[in-house]
Structures are given as C-alpha cells and as structure tokens.
T-cell receptor, first 117, second 110 residues
Framework: DARVTQTPRHKVTEMGQEVTMRCQPILGHNTVFWYRQTMMQGLELLAYFRNRAPLDDSGMPKDRFSAEMPDATLATLKIQPSEPRDSAVYFC???????????????FGPGTRLTVL | GESVGLHLPTLSVQEGDNSIINCAYSNSASDYFIWYKQESGKGPQFIIDIRSNMDKRQGQRVTVLLNKTVKHLSLQIAATQPGDSAVYFCAEGSWGKLQFGAGTQVVVTP
C-alpha cells in the first residue's frame, strides 16, 4: 500500500531553533509538494519539485525556509530560525505528472504538526 | 481570548440525505479540478476529479459537476453517512500544481 510518509509527526521547539521536516514520496512519483495549513490561511502551497528540481517556491519565506530533494526518496523542508508564526501543520504530497501536463492525483502525507514556542 | 481564524462554511446534513457542497474557482485556465476530504488530524484525501473538458463525473456515491461559464464546481454526496463528516476542499490545477479553496465543514447528524 503505497503512501507518502512524513517525519516527525509532531514537533515542539523553541523560537530560534532549526526545524527539519522530512518526506518520503511515493516511489515513481515525479512531483513533490510542500503545503502549510493554518486556521488563518488554510492550505497554502509553499514549494514544489518535479524530477527533484525546484519549480516554484514563491509561497515560501525565503529568508528562513528552504526546501530540497537530496534524492528521489527524500524531500526536506527546513526552517531556520523558527518563529512562533511558523506553527502550523506541514503536509507533503506527491504525484505523477506527464510531459503533456496530464496528471495523476496528489497523495498527501499525514503531516507534521509544528509548534514553535 | 477570542480565537481568530478561517470561518469555514458549515453544512449540516442528516444521515441518509444527499449533500451538495459548492465551490467557486478563480482561474478559467485551470485544466482540472479535484475534491479532497480532510478528516481531523489527517492529510487531505482524494475523492474525485474532473477535467475541464467535462461537465459531470460520477464516482461511488459522489458526483462532481463543473460549470465553466460561472466558474462553479459542486460535489454531491448521496446518502450521506456519519463517516462523511469532514472538511471538504475543492482544488483547481494545471501542470500538477493545485490551488485549494478554503474548505467546507460537513457535519452529519443522526
């Protein structure tokens, strides 16, 4: 049963600390997304990758957030330094997009609930 | 203190009745549209999708209708069950990238 996995599921940290969230996309998927969900803003796209290359990170605060795909089985989202306003649930999703733009659905992971004190 | 946040529209449905959830989308160039269901503490889960060249698609107990003229999408759930209680999101997309709506909270009452 293929699924997107995310670690950690919960993270509590203090303001100023570095936070790294990890995602393992579904094997064979070529597109990986990072979303943030808060009560205030709903579900926001932060960044996404296709074939490990970053395509769009315009939704991400550049000064403190960074997203990478070291290899096809791992995507990371890092916040340094973290701030209380970063408290949210961060979701990773993966999907398969063909060269003509046709797609398969995005599968979401269970999320990482981040609390920054 | 008062909690400030998104006030999701709420649809209260009696068990066994049909539900209709509506969504207005913004981009007339979107290629496809998807409905997701999110239960508390979980990630969004795919329900059904529709391409922009279609106006109706049916799944198991669900039907999605697309009206491109007025940029409106709806999700119909037949014979709503307690397990259908969740937040439902519509999303519009192209080239694999999705933009999500604010969501509708569906509450199924016995």
């Amino acid at each position: 049963d293929a699924r997107v996995t995310q670690t950690p599921r919960h993270k509590v940290t203090e303001m100023g600390q570095e936070v790294t969230m990890r995602c393992q996309p579904i094997l064979g998927h070529n597109t990986v997304f990072w979303y943030r969900q808060t009560m205030m803003q709903g579900l926001e796209l932060l960044a996404y990758f296709r074939n490990r290359a970053p395509l769009d990170d315009s939704g991400m605060p550049k000064d403190r957030f960074s997203a990478e795909m070291p290899d096809a089985t791992l995507a990371t989202l890092k916040i340094q330094p973290s701030e209380p306003r970063d408290s949210a649930v961060y979701f990773c999703a993966s999907g398969l997009v063909a060269v003509d733009g046709s797609y398969n659905e995005q599968f979401f992971g269970p999320g990482t609930r981040l609390t920054v004190l | 203190g008062e909690s400030v946040g998104l006030h999701l529209p709420t649809l209260s449905v009696q068990e066994g009745d049909n539900s209709i959830i509506n969504c207005a989308y913004s981009n007339s160039a979107s290629d496809y549209f998807i409905w997701y269901k999110q239960e508390s503490g979980k990630g969004p889960q795919f329900i059904i999708d529709i391409r922009s060249n279609m106006d109706k698609r049916q799944g198991q107990r669900v039907t999605v209708l697309l009206n491109k003229t007025v940029k409106h999408l709806s999700l119909q759930i037949a014979a709503t069950q307690p397990g259908d209680s969740a937040v439902y999101f519509c999303a519009e997309g192209s080239w694999g990238k999705l933009q999500f709506g604010a969501g509708t909270q569906v509450v199924v009452t016995p």
